[in-house]
């Protein structure tokens, strides 16, 4: 793996330190996400890789300057995102679905500024509720999945499934994708987002970089 979750983190001893953290996993089938319909379609006799998806100038000067970055001597130096990312397997849309679950956001950081939603912990009525279903079995078989529906056991955060329309399954594609940003580049993710009820719905979300942390002020253990 090209780089650690140092990308993510500041020293262990910072309380708003975010880091990585991975999970075993097993290798299964993945949704992979259509590019987002906020374009208008190209015509038909382009070329079919640009019919494929037509981005936005913004979006492709972002993109080569990226690609250039990587060229250059790494200087250790890794953006600051300010979440906590827990590596996850979801089940959703009927199959499985690998992704980075947004833990927490610290406040004033580039994924707060964003608007990443993270888990959300079960209320304390929900705790209550959900225990007196367990115990007056078999209610609890219908009132739980209520529950859920309802958010009062809480609610995931949102599940970050593509850098830049690049689909990442694994932390080292994660890593790959966010280690050439720098401070004043925009980078685009693509999140599920659960909605109480049980449904999700799919974002694109810019997220614009203040800062990167030197190696000495990044911690190289997730």
């Not at 996993?25 to 640009?50: F, G, I, K, R, Y």
């Amino acid at each position: 793996m090209p780089s650690s979750p140092a990308a993510l983190a500041r020293q262990p001893d910072d309380s708003n330190s975010p880091v990585l953290k991975s999970q075993p996993h097993a290798d299964a089938p993945t949704l992979e996400l259509a590019p987002q319909p906020s374009v208008a379609a190209s015509p038909s006799n382009s070329s079919s890789e640009t019919a494929a998806r037509k981005f936005q100038q913004s979006d492709d000067v972002a993109a080569l300057n990226r690609e250039f970055k990587k060229t250059q001597p790494d200087d250790g130096r890794r953006p600051y995102l300010g979440v906590e990312l827990e590596y996850t397997t979801q089940c959703l849309f009927g199959m499985e679905m690998h992704g980075f679950e947004v833990v927490s956001v610290a406040p004033n950081s580039p994924a707060g500024h964003a608007g990443l939603q993270a888990r959300k912990p079960a209320t304390a009525l929900g705790n209550l509720a959900a225990l007196g279903s367990v115990l007056a079995f078999p209610v609890g078989l219908f009132t739980v999945p209520r529950l859920r529906r309802s958010g009062a056991l809480g609610m995931p955060g949102d599940l970050i499934v593509a850098v830049d329309d690049r689909r990442v399954r694994t932390e080292e594609e994660f890593m790959h994708a966010i280690d050439p940003l720098r401070a004043g580049d925009t980078v685009y993710v693509t999140v599920i987002r659960p909605i109480v009820g049980g449904s999700h719905q799919t974002l694109r979300i810019a997220m614009h970089i203040d800062e990167t942390l030197p190696p000495s002020a990044v911690s190289r253990n997730p």
